[in-house]
């Protein structure tokens, strides 16, 4: 009933860059929850791993934003699950986070380590 | 919506457990041991339900669902205790609904405006007095001249004309009451028409064909099926034709509170003598033809004024009609030859009263109001005073529950929200029965206030104020019942009880939580006493009044009202009445099981003519010693009806229009007029000298409370109807036993005697002299109904609280019977609690109700001091109430086993 302030901690953490994440891994292809988990820990080297109690209140938040659609298929193992697609909205925003992360990136790597600036 | 909710849940469940699913597939395929493999993905995904839980929170609209689960608690919670739920849904619904009821009215007789615009606008024109009736009336002259001197401010007259005949063709007759009114009466209201058109100038043109007429709203739908139909109807009243021309605005019922004219219709008719109005005029021999036509002369007075005039310029018209009524007062003063009377009528100045601040009903019924109201504020306080004491009670036995809930983590706020959740059912339910109980409690209390043959008819459509008041009634009961207990024991007794079994189950009440529930009962105890008191009170005035001393003998009379007023009885066939007269009576009396019987102007009560008798030598008498009132009555009147003749003779067949005309007078009239003296051979007239010699006195009679049994009696003189022949409106017949077993022969005997005599309908005498007891039977049957109810309340709060009670001090009860105690000390022990309790609310409550009494004395017969002993019954009563409502609990607590109750220890 009374939300655990562990999540809500983590959630709000890697808010912004968790949802990136997530579209990201859905450039592709639909996917379901477990298969961006699994996508993000293994592109990540096993560096980021996405709790279940981060993943899922994301993609409903995403889905509410209409950054992504969800629809329920059936996996290569004949199991019900539900897949995630990355909508235009959602190709957008990706691009637009994108742009600054990157930026942030930059800035962050400019104030470390100002002899490697051109 | 709850519906898509809980698939959107259910999906949320199957997404999550699909993802454990794949994720312990994998393990396995990885070649892991299955059972290992489903704990470690469990491992690895966390607490299912949080997570369901936290990303259902990203979904928006969980207070909703919370709420949703909370009112679902409730609702269970509620199922769990029906009595307490039936108990407060029908206190609510009783305590708000008696106020609604209450205030409807209330809201109708003493606040309510015209439903027209700027109706502050409106006032009265009081000019002066009329000589008898002390009327604000003028005559149409008058009128005539008072409207033409003031173009600014137009001025409208009306005139109630009381029940016509309505005939439709294919309907049973009916008798709508009529209103004679000015061509300008709605356009000066400002009163616009729901269908048709209202009265223009050229409706007032004499003898028409066909007259115009408009119809009240509720009255052409009744009759037409709806306003639009009644349009261009044509129907017959009083044998003229009429056309229905238009329909007044739904909410307009006339300008006089409480009564309600059906059909209104153009002054003129009153030329045509048809419809004649309540009138004065100077007096007989004062150069007035009642016969004739109304409009030319100036000595009737029969016309109500109503102007409308801006607030800043009523001087200016006021000081305007003065003027121009002047000769009229000088008219007036014609009636009277007391120097003193005359003096004043000449110096009363016009007086413009706003319309809204005037009427019968207003006077008759303002007071009676505020006191239901202030007892009905009385009961809904109890039931509030009830729920509460019952609602901490409740609390208290749920404590352990809600103090293991909040162990548990449940917030305070939300436990907090789920009791009040519960009371806001309630409260909703009870409210709803409210509303609708409130507007049927405003018809039945209109009924009971209405006098016998004249129903009130009230504006009762819902007011904001009315609504405002329900709303208000409803939050104050949330908060008395519900809140505020709830605040209080969540404060106090959670933290203290919390996980505790034993505290709760033991002696854990403490002496604040007692105090707190017997504050309750005893603030109820007095509220009740003086409910009880009130209803005995008024049920005692009722009954002394329908038992009164009336000075007739209202058991064995009955009554038939005939309606005579009519071609074929009147103008040229006057003389043939006196033979009509005796042979009604001649068979009435031949009828087994009758006495007597006899006719009388007089077709009820109030009803008397306001007259003046001159004594002949005398011209020293004053108006308080030359007015009262005048009856015509046929042979045998006062056998028939039960007035002892105390000195004289009654009148005989022989007292014709061609003999010497008699007069009988009452008691009272005689002392007023004669003193001590013998008013016997005594001669009177009308008018001063010379004309006062017309009636010889012939009989002394005892008075009689003619004018109603709360009235005082009259002074009386009686007229023969022989020598001034005119329709009557009743017969009296003196039954030997039951007067209404003889209604059907005595129909029977006067359509032999008369086949088309027209009777109204027949009624014992006592029916009709109580029902001119509408406000006493209001307040007597209120104020019963509301004493029953608090005393029920009461009951059920002493079993309530001596209930939680006695199981609480279960097993201190063990160890004392275990002792040695007897059940009839421990029984004693619990009733010694309600009686000190009983003793603390009676104080007060007699105190309360001592001053009620004092303050109500103008509607309680007796004093004071002799309605203080309905205190001592009401404290009987509910101190019998209270203790029997212990009776059981302290049964049961005495005489349950001592060692059951100790090995639950």
Redesign the interface.
């Known amino acids: 009933?009374?939300?655990?302030p562990k999540?809500?901690n983590r959630?709000e953490l890697l808010q912004g860059t968790l949802d990136m994440l997530v579209l990201q891994a859905l450039v592709r292809q639909p996917m379901?929850?477990?298969?961006i988990a699994q996508m993000i820990r293994n592109r990540s080297g096993e560096v980021l791993t996405v709790?279940?109690?981060s993943l899922?209140?994301a993609l409903?938040?995403l889905e509410?934003q209409k950054w992504v659609a969800s629809e329920w298929k059936l996996?290569e193992?004949k199991?019900?699950?539900?897949y995630y697609q990355l909508t235009a909205l959602g190709r957008e925003q990706l691009t637009s986070d994108h742009q600054r992360w990157l930026q942030l990136v930059r800035a962050i790597c400019a104030v470390m380590e100002p002899e490697v600036q051109p | 919506m709850p519906w898509r909710w809980d698939r959107a849940k259910q999906?949320?469940t199957?997404?999550?457990q699909?993802?454990l699913?794949?994720?312990i597939?994998?393990r396995v395929a990885r070649g892991e041991d299955p059972a290992q493999a489903r704990a470690a993905a469990l491992r690895?995904?966390?607490?299912l339900p949080?997570?369901e839980?936290?990303?259902?929170?990203?979904?928006?609209g969980l207070w909703l669902e919370?709420l949703l689960y909370d009112a679902r608690h409730a609702f269970r919670q509620l199922r769990r205790s029906p009595a307490f739920a039936a108990t407060a849904v029908l206190t609510l619904a009783f305590g708000i609904g008696a106020n609604l009821g209450v205030f409807q009215l209330l809201y109708a007789v003493l606040l309510a405006e015209l439903p027209v615009s700027h109706p502050e606008e409106l006032v009265v024109v009081h000019a002066a007095l009329t000589p008898f009736d002390r009327d604000w009336a003028v005559s149409y002259p008058a009128y005539q001249r008072l409207r033409a001197s003031s173009p600014e401010a137009p001025l409208l007259a009306r005139a109630v004309s009381g029940p016509a005949d309505l005939e439709l063709p294919n309907r049973a007759m009916s008798k709508p009451s009529c209103e004679l009114v000015s061509d300008n009466y709605f356009s000066v209201l400002g009163v616009l028409p729901a269908a048709g058109r209202m009265f223009i100038e050229a409706d007032a043109r004499q003898w028409q064909s066909e007259w115009p007429a408009v119809l009240r709203f509720d009255f052409a739908r009744d009759t037409f099926g709806s306003a639009q139909q009644a349009v261009g109807q044509h129907m017959l009243l009083n044998g003229r034709s009429f056309v229905v021309i238009g329909v007044a605005h739904q909410r307009f019922l006339g300008v006089t509170t409480g009564y309600a004219p059906d059909i209104w219709l153009p002054l003129a008719l009153q030329s045509t003598g048809g419809f004649n109005a309540g009138f004065d005029s100077l007096g007989p021999g004062h150069d007035v033809t009642l016969g004739k036509p109304w409009y030319n002369q100036p000595t009737i007075f029969w016309l109500d004024l109503i102007a409308r005039i801006p607030h800043g310029r009523r001087a200016a018209s006021a000081a305007k009609w003065d003027q121009v009524f002047g000769p009229d007062r000088v008219l007036m003063t014609e009636a009277t030859a007391d120097q003193a009377v005359r003096t004043s009528l000449l110096h009363t100045a016009t007086e413009l009263v706003p319309l809204s601040r005037r009427g019968g009903m207003r006077k008759r019924f303002s007071v009676p109001l505020m006191l239901l109201m202030a007892l009905s504020a009385s009961i809904f306080l109890v039931g509030c005073l009830n729920l509460a004491n019952l609602q901490l009670a409740r609390l208290n036995a749920r404590a352990q529950e809600l103090g293991v809930r909040m162990a548990l983590?449940?917030?305070h706020a939300?436990l907090l929200r789920q009791i009040v959740l519960e009371d806001i059912l309630i409260v909703l339910v009870g409210s709803a029965s409210a509303f609708v109980l409130g507007r049927m409690a405003s018809s039945i209390l209109i009924r009971w206030a209405s006098s016998h043959g004249s129903h009130l008819t009230l504006d009762l459509h819902p007011s904001l104020a009315f609504v405002a008041l329900g709303v208000a009634l409803m939050l104050l009961s949330l908060l008395s019942f519900s809140i505020l207990p709830a605040v209080i024991f969540m404060r106090t007794t959670v933290a203290q009880t919390a996980g505790s079994r034993a505290k709760v189950s033991g002696v854990a009440q403490t002496a604040r939580q007692r105090w707190r529930s017997n504050a309750l009962l005893i603030a109820q105890v007095s509220l009740s006493l003086l409910l009880s008191t009130m209803s005995a009170c008024f049920a005692a005035t009722l009954v002394h009044w329908e038992t009164v001393d009336v000075g007739m003998d209202r058991e064995h009379v009955l009554s038939v009202h005939v309606d005579m007023e009519q071609y074929r009885y009147v103008g040229e066939h006057r003389g043939d009445l006196p033979e009509l007269y005796r042979r009604m009576q001649e068979r009435l009396q031949a009828l087994p099981g009758v006495r007597s019987a006899a006719v009388e102007m007089c077709g009820g009560i109030h009803c008397g003519w306001n007259t003046a008798l001159y004594v002949h030598g005398r011209s020293d008498l004053t108006n308080g010693q030359v007015h009262g009132q005048e009856d015509h009555v046929g042979p045998d009147f006062f056998s028939t009806i039960g007035i002892p003749i105390l000195r004289g003779r009654d009148f005989v067949a022989a007292d014709t229009d061609a003999a010497q005309h008699v007069a009988i007078v009452s008691r009272s009239y005689a002392r007023q007029l004669f003193g001590d003296a013998d008013p016997i051979g005594q001669w009177v007239g009308y008018e001063p000298a010379p004309n006062d010699h017309k009636f010889l006195i012939v009989g002394e009679v005892a008075d009689a409370r003619l004018n109603g049994p709360e009235h005082d009696a009259p002074p009386m003189v009686y007229m023969s109807i022989d020598q001034n022949p005119a329709p009557v409106h009743s017969i009296r017949i003196r039954a030997v036993g039951d007067p209404r077993h003889l209604s059907d022969s005595v129909r029977q005997a006067l359509h032999e005697v008369d086949p088309t005599l027209p009777i109204d309908e027949i009624v014992p005498f006592a029916t009709e002299l109580n029902g001119d007891l509408g406000t006493e039977k209001l307040l007597a049957r209120l104020a019963g109904i509301y004493a029953s109810l608090t005393l029920l309340l009461v009951a059920i709060g002493f079993y309530g609280v001596m209930s939680s009670r006695t199981s609480r001090r279960k097993n201190e009860f063990g160890i004392r019977l275990a002792l040695g105690a007897t059940r009839a000390n421990i029984q004693l022990l619990i009733v010694g609690q309600t009686a000190r309790i009983l003793l603390a609310g009676i104080l007060p409550g007699a105190i309360l109700s001592v001053l009620a009494v004092h303050t109500a004395s103008h509607f309680l017969y007796g004093s004071v001091s002799a309605n203080s002993i309905a205190i001592l019954a009401a404290s009987l009563v509910l101190a019998l109430a209270g203790s029997a409502a212990t009776f059981i609990p302290a049964r049961r607590a005495a005489f349950a086993d001592p060692l059951q109750s100790l090995r639950s220890e």
């Open positions: 009933m009374t939300e655990n999540y809500q959630i379901h929850g477990y298969a709790e279940t109690g899922y209140p409903h938040r509410r996996t193992s199991q019900r699950a539900k | 999906s949320l199957e997404e999550l699909s993802h699913k794949i994720a597939a994998e690895e995904f966390g607490n949080l997570i839980d936290v990303t259902r929170a990203h979904w928006g919370n983590g449940a917030s939300r």
